[in-house]
């Protein structure tokens, strides 16, 4: 919105634009063009013999000229365009953003409702769904867990079998509806640089890399005593709480000594965002479909 004062100013600025040109053209076609006639020489010569002529404008000119003036009038009282008025269709850039929208949905809603029928044991072998399920994929996960799924540092892989929370569809659902906060206290307060050694030298030794058997069997007590309640006795880890396994040698962060050493001192945060402020559940339903059929 402008103020008045504006608003009049581009309400008269336009308009006497638009009057000056209907001024300008029915001036220079009586004045001028009415006691010319065709064939007329305005006494200008080149070359010594090349003339410039003064014809009237030609019709078909002239009345374009006239159709773009109303043509401007019509666009100005339909469509917003004079200060602050709204124009006589009241159109809204917004109002048509909304009305496409409206029909996008309308259509998608029709693709939609024969896959929303599906049980969940037919979705997940339905070529339709799994199809639909792995564009909505790639438009709403790819950017974070790769166009392969197969995920980067810091973001899962679901193509393994290796799961933080689990796999199975119902799981699969929640997931990504309610997103997960994994959290991995920082230790190195608690550790100090020697603890931090040992205990990395042995989640080393428990995912089955090389590592120093000394440091690792005094970190083993350490173990024990701060990560066995999230991580498990053998390091097999916690759904409930998204703890990785630390004795696969799957990694979400790393399995080199640094990498390890640095997730334990300074803890980790994975963050997966809740979707369901973005998608709908029967997209979530697809995609949950799609994410299942990947890990084999
Ligand atoms: C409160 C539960 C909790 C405790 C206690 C805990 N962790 Fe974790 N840990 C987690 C969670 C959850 C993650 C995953 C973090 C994420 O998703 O970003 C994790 C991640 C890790 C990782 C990274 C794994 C990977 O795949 O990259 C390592 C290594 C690790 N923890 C080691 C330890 C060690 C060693 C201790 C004990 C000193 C410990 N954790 C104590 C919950 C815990
Ligand atoms: C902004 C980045 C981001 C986006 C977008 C995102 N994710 Fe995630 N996702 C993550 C992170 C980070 C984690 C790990 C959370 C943790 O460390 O606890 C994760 C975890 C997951 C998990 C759990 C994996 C396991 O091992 O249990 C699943 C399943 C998942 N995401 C699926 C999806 C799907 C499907 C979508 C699209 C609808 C999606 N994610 C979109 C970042 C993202």
Redesign the pocket.
């Known amino acids: 919105m402008m103020s008045t004062g504006w608003n009049w100013f581009v309400i008269i600025v336009t308009l006497a634009n638009i009057l000056a040109c209907w001024w300008l053209i029915v001036w220079a076609t009586k004045n001028k063009a009415n006691e010319s006639k065709e064939g007329d020489v305005t006494g200008h010569v080149w070359d010594e013999d090349l003339q410039e002529l003064n014809n009237p404008l030609p019709r078909w000119w002239l009345y374009l000229f006239y159709f773009t003036i109303i043509f401007g009038l019509g666009y100005l009282a339909l469509y917003p365009g004079l200060g602050n008025f709204k124009g006589l269709l009241s159109w809204t850039g917004v109002s048509q953003y909304n009305e496409e929208a409206r029909e996008v949905h309308e259509a998608q809603k029709a693709l939609f409702a024969p896959l929303a029928k599906l049980s969940t044991e037919e979705l997940i072998k339905n070529e339709q769904a799994l199809l639909t399920g792995s564009r909505l994929f790639a438009a709403n996960c790819a950017a974070c867990h790769g166009s392969d799924a197969r995920g980067a540092r810091?973001f899962p892989n679901l193509t393994d079998d290796d799961w933080?929370y689990a796999g199975d569809y119902d799981s699969l659902v929640t997931t990504i509806t309610y997103g997960?906060?994994?959290?991995?206290?920082a230790?190195q307060s608690?550790?100090n640089d020697d603890g931090v050694q040992e205990?990395?030298a042995?989640?080393r030794q428990l995912s089955g890399q090389q590592a120093d058997p000394q440091l690792a069997a005094k970190g083993e007590a350490?173990?024990n005593m701060?990560?066995v309640?999230?991580?498990g006795p053998g390091g097999e880890g916690?759904p409930a709480?998204?703890?990785?396994?630390?004795a696969n040698n799957?990694?979400?962060?790393?399995?080199s000594e640094a990498?390890?050493a640095h997730?334990?001192s300074v803890?980790?945060?994975?963050?997966m965002p809740a979707q369901k402020d973005f998608l709908t559940e029967e997209r979530i339903r697809l995609i949950a479909a799609y994410v299942s059929s990947l890990a084999k």
């Open positions: 810091g933080l997960r906060t994994g959290v991995m206290p230790w608690a550790l205990v990395t042995f989640v350490r173990y701060y990560c309640a999230c991580h916690n709480m998204g703890a990785p396994n630390l799957i990694w979400l962060y790393g399995g990498a390890i997730s334990i803890g980790r945060m994975g963050n």
